[in-house]
């Protein structure tokens, strides 16, 4: 069983930067790809950023070059680094742990990107 915890969600003015952070139990958070997902009102839920077991990356093109995901095992925490932000970040952001046979969520934590 892992548990996931996000926080340093909040309001930030656009051009602003945040940085989320995702902590998990158990020590086998580095056996898992993490992902951060994100949904804003009304709209579907959407892929962000992955990182793999082998720290391998990907975004979403709404954010390449502006957003970093990071992993630090020894800590079983992850991290999304996000810079330049826009209104259209707004969304609750969801971190992810996913494995073949099993996956798990986040509580999610707010992102609010406005003057």
């Known amino acids: 069983q892992v548990q996931l915890v996000e926080s340093g969600g909040g309001l930030v003015q656009p051009g602003g930067s945040l940085r989320l952070s995702c902590a998990a139990s158990?020590?086998?958070?580095?056996?898992?790809?993490m992902n951060w997902y994100r949904q804003a009102p009304g709209k579907q839920r959407e892929l962000v950023a992955t990182?793999?077991?082998?720290?391998?990356?990907n975004y979403g093109d709404s954010v390449k070059g502006r957003f970093t995901i990071s992993r630090d095992n020894s800590k079983n925490t992850g991290y999304l680094q996000m810079n330049s932000l826009k209104p259209e970040d707004t969304a609750v952001y969801y971190c992810?742990?996913?494995?073949?046979?099993?996956?798990?969520w986040g509580q999610g934590t707010l992102v609010t990107v406005s003057e």
């Open positions: 990182i793999n077991i082998g720290g391998s990356t």
């Open positions: 158990g020590s086998i958070f580095r056996l898992y790809t």
């Open positions: 992810n742990a996913w494995a073949p046979v099993k996956e798990y």
